[in-house]
């Protein structure tokens, strides 16, 4: 059964200048595995039964298919990889090519129908390790009360994000600066990208 597809998806695929013709070549594989099309977080987002199964992002040098519990397929295929060592729970096959599209349409069509799967059953990812927080932010946030209330009152993604790009410094002085540049946004309650 093949699912409609979402004018607003077409129009992202003919406004792309990087990956059209391998989204376009991805895209039927993905509806005709019955999942439904809509664009989320700018990308283009396919889900079942109104749960995200993948989302489609467009890398300079290659076009993503990210599934978001990744981690809890099997790959036999040894398709997915991980995005970075701090992603938990997503993976994602890489194209560069139509051909390559074509050569993995097997494996990422049997990725979604464990990916289905997985959300009927309704596994999850295990919880996230406790966060330790680098040195520097540690201090800081120990000499100030309300900007340690204020990161504990952000969301774990937000205090994970803070604390990665923060301790992704590495000079001592550069990480100071980091938490003094953000200080101000995390007792605004916001986070590392928002405005």
């Known amino acids: 059964m093949t699912a409609a597809t979402d004018p607003q998806v077409d129009a992202y695929i003919e406004a792309s200048d990087k990956w059209p013709a391998e989204m376009a070549a991805l895209r039927p594989i993905l509806l005709g595995a ?21 989302i489609i992002q467009e890398m300079n040098d290659f076009l993503a298919l990210m599934f978001f519990k990744g981690a809890l397929l099997d790959d036999p295929d040894g398709v997915l990889s991980e995005q970075g060592s701090n992603t938990r729970s997503a993976r994602r096959v890489t194209f560069t090519s139509v051909e390559d599209v074509a050569r993995l349409a097997g494996a990422v069509r049997a990725l979604v129908d464990e990916a289905v799967a997985v959300e009927e059953l309704g596994l999850e990812v295990g919880p996230a390790p406790e966060l330790v927080l680098v040195g520097e932010l540690q201090d800081r946030l120990d000499a100030d009360p309300a900007l340690k209330a204020a990161f504990e009152a ?14 992704g ?24 990208r928002d405005r």
Do not use: F, M
Request: charge should be positive; aromatic fraction near 6%.
């Open 154 to 167: 952000l969301t774990p993604g937000r205090r994970r994000e803070y604390n990665l790009h923060i301790s």
């Open 34 to 54: 019955g999942l439904t099309e809509q664009i989320k977080w700018r990308s283009p987002c396919y889900g079942h039964e109104g749960r995200n199964i993948a």
């Open 169 to 192: 410094a590495k000079q001592s002085k550069t990480r100071e600066a980091r938490i003094d540049r953000h200080a101000p946004k995390i007792l605004e309650g916001k986070g590392l």
